[in-house]
């Protein structure tokens, strides 16, 4: 299994401003991909972090608020942009090689006020 | 796309009873299916996995059960403890897709 460490692990943000958290893998993997979770609910699916080129991204979400990096098979980064309270959420990154189970980061738990 | 969900939000369990937790799914063509449990504070953790060619597989004190005729889905939990405590969740993928789809999540209390 594949060992995340996600940073930070949580932060409380004025509106307006700009949030990167950090997803670093142990080990290489096919694929990295960017979930929310809004309190209490499950998981939703923001983006897949393509190495290289530009994220791929679930409908809802775009590039201008959640800005993805990916620049090799170990690390991607996400930007929540431009925050308001709304935004407030757990994100977790997750790492899956093909036919395999996908493992999740301990998750980044973002307050806005 | 099409859902994959949960029957039941919340699961109250005594300790050392057995636990269910079901999930309903609406792909025909999800073929590989997860459960994850996922405790407070902390990011979902793998379980146990199932590809459609499997109507059982057993693990650690769980067993996952697939019905591919009625699309369902089912965890056992044996000798439940307090540390299952938690939110599990099922989520499936079909083989021409990588990505995974999640149902809403049971909450599981254990009773002392």
């Known amino acids: 299994s594949a060992v995340i460490s996600q940073k930070p692990s949580r932060d409380i943000c004025q509106r ?55 620049p090799n098979l170990t690390f991607s980064t996400l930007t929540v942009s431009n925050m308001s309270p709304e935004d407030s959420s757990i994100y977790l990154c997750s790492v899956e ?5 996908a493992f999740f980061g301990q998750g980044t738990r973002l307050t806005v006020v | 796309g099409e859902n994959v969900g949960l029957h039941l939000p919340t699961l109250s369990v005594q300790e050392g009873d057995n636990s269910i937790i079901n999930c309903a799914y609406s792909n025909s063509a999800s073929d590989y299916f997860i459960w994850y449990k996922q405790e407070s504070g902390k990011g979902p953790q793998f379980i146990i996995d199932i590809r459609s060619n499997m109507d059982k597989r057993q693990g650690q004190r769980v067993t996952v059960l697939l019905n591919k005729t009625v699309k369902h889905l089912s965890l056992q939990i044996a000798a439940t403890q307090p540390g299952d405590s938690a939110v599990y969740f099922c989520a499936e993928r079909s083989g021409n897709d990588y990505k995974l789809s999640f149902g809403a999540g049971t909450t599981v209390t254990v009773r002392a």
């Open chain 1, 97 to 101: 090689s093909w036919g395999a189970e």
């Open chain 1, 16 to 70: 307006g401003t700009s949030l990167t958290i950090q997803c670093q893998v142990d080990s290489q993997v096919t694929m990295m991909f960017w979930y929310r979770q809004q309190p209490g609910q499950s998981l939703t699916l923001i983006a897949t972090a393509n190495q290289g080129s530009e994220a791929t991204y679930e409908s809802g979400f775009v590039i201008d608020k959640f800005p993805i990096s990916r």
